[in-house]
């Protein structure tokens, strides 16, 4: 399966947004350097339930910035899987 790093961009951004808005006093994060770790363990969380794909496990290795990195972390950790599927 080919993934769109528009679209998991996208959907990460949204995730994002839509756990930080659900607590109060926490602003609308531009970047994973915004959330604190607790919003960001929450947003990783829901990206595992969204594309039924293992994240925390994996994040050590993450270092990035910002969702499109984030977005290119799970497309990575994503075409991983499939690989040792076949």
């Given amino acids: 399966m080919t993934y769109s790093r528009e679209e998991v961009t996208a959907r990460v951004r949204e995730t ?9 006093d926490v602003p ?3 970047t994973l350097k915004d959330m604190d770790s607790f919003s960001f363990v929450q ?7 969204s594309y039924q794909v293992k994240l925390l496990e994996k994040l050590e ?18 075409e991983e899987n499939e690989r040792t599927l076949t």
Wanted: charged share 25%; glycine share 2%; hydrophobic share 50%.
């Fill in 28 to 30: 609308e994060p531009n």
């Fill in 43 to 49: 947003m990783a969380l829901e990206l595992e339930n």
């Fill in 61 to 78: 290795n993450f270092s990035g910035e910002r969702f499109e990195d984030l977005a290119d972390f799970i497309i990575a950790v994503l």
């Fill in 16 to 24: 994002a947004r839509m756990i930080c808005a659900e607590q109060p």
